[in-house]
């Protein structure tokens, strides 16, 4: 990973948008501070593309789409899109699945988390579990206190046992029935929303995360960035980002966000 700093003005000019993750990328542990909500509102403001791109639920989704300072948002790790459509004054909602898949897989979801709570002592299901729509959110270090790795690393097994994805964000496993993660609704999103192939654009995009879950993204976009604590999942966080924030968390976003809007881009 190298130095945000190094990223090219060149490439700081060209970009058109930003797609950000939520816990411990835009927040700091836990709160969404004033300076990383007006980082975000500075780069809506300036005609960036905003897009946040997390694994909370359906029901934050909603609000986040509704009012913040931003264009859509990816949720519950790719199992859709929200967007607040201003002409028709209504939120659209876009899912991967239709209804009845989404609570055939609800009820499938409800034995695996039974059998984590038996098996994982000191887990819990996430405090946002029932605004969710599609996924399971396991709590390890969020309202818990924090698991070992080897406690975590167990609920991911017992999630792909059950044919489950499953990933490890900040705070929470998320597990889910299918085949799609944030990339895969990110790129549907930016194809039906704003006609972009992210196969021939992702360079004119830039993605901030700080988790394993990130990992697709960071892959994806040549022009990833990690904020600073990203480091700290070390060899469990797969594929990096190319570039690294020297702030933490929301300061590291908003470090981003500075650079981007000094760029004159």
């Known amino acids: 990973m190298k130095p945000l700093a190094q990223m090219p ?21 836990g709160k969404l501070t004033a300076r990383a909500y007006a980082a975000l509102e500075r780069l809506h403001a ?4 905003v897009v946040p791109i997390t694994g909370r639920p359906a029901g934050w989704c909603d609000h986040i789409a509704r009012m913040w300072p931003v264009d859509a948002v990816v949720g519950e790790n790719g199992a859709f899109y929200f967007y607040y459509d201003q002409a028709q004054r209504k939120l659209a ?14 009820e499938k979801l409800s034995a695996v988390r039974e059998r984590i ?4 002592p000191g887990c819990a299901p996430a405090s946002d579990q029932h605004y969710r729509e599609a996924d399971l959110a396991i709590d390890f270090c969020e309202d818990v206190p924090r698991l070992p790795y080897a406690e975590v690393d167990r609920i991911v097994a017992l999630m792909r046992a059950a044919g489950m994805n499953a990933k490890i964000s900040s705070i929470h496993v998320n597990g889910w029935f299918g085949d799609y993660d944030k990339l895969g609704m990110t790129r549907t999103l930016m194809q039906e929303r704003c006609g972009v192939d992210l196969g021939r654009e992702q ?17 994806y976009f040549s022009n990833s960035v990690g904020v600073a604590n990203v480091s700290d999942f070390g060899v469990r966080l797969g594929d990096a980002p190319t570039y690294v924030c020297s702030g933490r ?11 981007l809007l000094e760029s004159g881009g």
């Open 9 to 29: 003005a060149a490439v700081l000019q060209r970009i058109r948008g930003v797609f950000c993750d939520i816990d411990d990328t835009l927040t700091s542990a």
């Open 46 to 49: 300036a005609g960036k593309l």
């Open 93 to 106: 909602q876009r899912f991967l699945f239709d209804a009845a898949t989404r609570a055939a897989n609800r």
């Open 117 to 120: 709570l038996r098996e994982v």
């Open 203 to 219: 360079s004119r995009y830039v993605f901030i995360g700080d988790s394993p879950n990130d990992a697709p993204m960071f892959k």
């Open 249 to 259: 968390s929301g300061e590291g976003f908003v470090e981003l966000a500075e650079l």
